[in-house]
C-alpha cells in the first residue's frame, strides 16, 4: 500500500515513494531488476547487499587478470553514450567483459548483445551470482557460444571461491533434450591458461527409444505435447509412441526450443534465441 492505504502494483510503482505490508503494515522496499520489480521487507535478509559484493568482488578479479595481459588499458564501468550501456570491463576499448550475476530475460540479453555489435565490440560474458552451477541447466542455455575448440561452452564464474568453470562441449541427447556437457575448473591464477585449453572431445552415443520414454511421452500432458500427439494420429494414423518406439535419437545441438521426440513428430526445428549463436 501507499501512504493513502491504496493499493499498489510493483510495476506502477515510484521508487521515491514509500510503501507499506497490506499484511503486516511495515514498510516495504521496491526492488527492480533487469527481469522483474518487486516489494521486498526491509528486516528480511538483505541479499542486494550480497549480490553487489558478489558482483563486485568477480568485476574486481577478472580486471585484475586481464591487466596481467599486455593491454593497453583496462577501464570498468566504461560508459558508452551511443547505445546506453556500461560494460563492467572495457579492455582496450574493443572488448567488453560482462560478469552476469543477476537473472537477465532473453530479450533484454539480446538488446545489450546487439548494443554491442552495433559498435563493433566484442563481448565476453561470464556468469556467476545467481546462475552459479555445477552443471549446466536450461536458464544456461541463452549465454551459449560456440568455438571450434570448445564447441558450445559457457564461461562461469565463483567469486567468493576464485573458480572459473568452463562448460565445453555442451549438446542435447535423447528424446527429452536432456542437457550434457563436459567441464573443466581453472583458479584465479590460473585465468590465462583458459584461453590455452585445448580439451578432446567425448564421444555420445545415440539414444533408442525405450518403454521408459514411451510411458514417459504418454504421461505428458501439456498443450504442447497433446497437440503434437493428436495432429500426429490425425495425420499418420498412428500414436506418437507407436511411431517411436525403437527410433534412435543422436546426440544435437543444444539451440532448439522443441524437444527431439516433437521435432521428429512435428518436422519442425525451431531454434531458441541464443543472442552469441
Request: contains cysteine; charged residues 25%; positive net charge.
Amino acid at each position: 500500500m501507499n501512504s493513502k492505504g491504496i493499493l499498489i502494483n510493483a510495476c506502477e510503482a515510484e521508487i521515491k515513494e514509500a510503501y507499506y505490508c497490506c499484511h503486516c503494515f511495515k514498510q516495504v522496499k521496491l526492488i527492480s531488476t533487469d527481469s522483474r520489480i518487486y516489494f521486498r521487507h526491509h528486516n528480511e535478509v538483505d541479499n542486494e547487499i550480497n549480490e553487489r559484493s558478489i558482483h563486485k568482488n568477480g568485476k574486481e578479479l577478472i580486471a585484475t587478470e586481464i591487466k596481467k595481459f599486455k593491454t593497453n588499458s583496462v577501464e570498468t564501468e566504461f560508459f558508452l553514450p551511443e547505445i546506453n550501456q556500461r560494460p563492467d570491463i572495457f579492455v582496450n576499448r574493443r572488448v567488453a567483459f560482462e560478469y552476469q550475476c543477476a537473472k537477465i530475460n532473453v530479450k533484454t540479453l539480446s538488446e545489450r548483445v546487439d548494443g554491442y555489435r552495433s559498435l563493433k565490440i566484442k563481448n565476453i560474458w561470464i556468469i556467476g551470482g545467481d546462475y552459479l552451477d555445477t552443471k549446466v541447466r536450461k536458464e544456461h542455455l541463452k549465454f551459449i557460444r560456440y568455438n571450434n575448440k570448445w564447441g558450445f561452452h559457457l564461461l562461469m564464474l565463483d567469486s567468493e571461491h576464485q573458480l572459473f568453470r568452463i562448460f565445453f562441449h555442451i549438446s542435447f541427447v535423447g528424446p527429452f533434450n536432456k542437457i550434457v556437457s563436459q567441464q573443466a575448473v581453472f583458479s584465479e591464477n590460473e585465468f590465462p591458461k583458459i584461453f590455452k585449453f585445448k580439451p578432446q572431445k567425448n564421444i555420445l552415443n545415440s539414444i533408442v527409444m525405450n518403454d521408459y520414454g514411451i510411458n514417459k511421452i504418454r504421461r505428458k500432458n501439456d498443450l504442447e505435447s497433446q497437440k503434437v500427439k493428436m495432429n500426429f494420429y490425425k495425420e499418420k494414423d498412428i500414436t506418437v509412441e507407436e511411431y517411436l518406439l525403437g527410433k534412435t535419437f543422436p546426440p544435437r545441438a543444444p539451440v532448439y526450443s522443441r524437444p527431439a521426440w516433437q521435432m521428429i513428430c512435428t518436422g519442425q526445428f525451431e531454434n531458441m534465441n541464443q543472442p552469441f549463436l
